[in-house]
């Protein structure tokens, strides 16, 4: 495909510069491998099929995780209303829970509640957040207590 460049046509009285093609054509693009753009677009595709492979790899997209993060939110804070909680105390055990999914969940399961008229459960008191390397204690002592002669 040629370029045409804009050249003064003597003709032309309007003031305006006509379209005319070149007397010498220009170059292609300059390259010393030639023309690119097959290899550039089988590279692009190539790229784009192994890209979508990430989720099948286990790789999760910040996307997921964000929605993963939210979901796991408004289960605390529907748990906490459920169980009679305030949304302070929610807060208060579950540090690392982001406070927006857990409001939402914690609304969303009294509105429910309210429809539904379902009582909230009681939950005992606590005073301290559940970790998780007390979580993981546990089964480690219940088992060398059964191994434990008697």
């Not at 370029?3 to 005319?20: C, H, K, R």
């Not at 170059?27 to 590279?43: E, M, Q, T, V, Y």
């Not at 529907?78 to 579950?94: D, F, K, M, P, T």
């Not at 982001?98 to 309210?114: P, Q, S």
Request: net charge negative.
């Amino acid at each position: 495909m040629r370029a045409l460049q804009p050249v003064p046509a003597q003709a032309d009285t309007s003031g305006t510069a006509a379209l005319v093609e070149p007397a010498v054509p220009l170059p292609p693009i300059c390259s010393p491998f030639g023309d690119l753009r097959p290899i550039r677009l089988a590279l692009a595709l190539v790229a784009g099929l192994w890209l979508t492979g990430c989720d099948q790899l286990g790789i999760e997209s910040a996307s997921t995780i964000a929605g993963r993060r939210e979901a796991e939110g408004k289960a605390v804070g529907g748990a906490c209303r459920h169980a009679a909680r305030s949304i302070e105390a929610c807060y208060q055990l579950n540090k690392r829970a982001d406070k927006a999914a857990v409001f939402a969940g914690w609304r969303e399961m009294e509105d429910y509640m309210r429809e539904n008229k379902i009582e909230a459960i009681a939950a005992p008191a606590t005073t301290e957040p559940v970790t998780a390397k007390a979580e993981d204690e546990a089964p480690a002592e219940e088992a060398s207590a059964s191994k434990a002669p008697s």
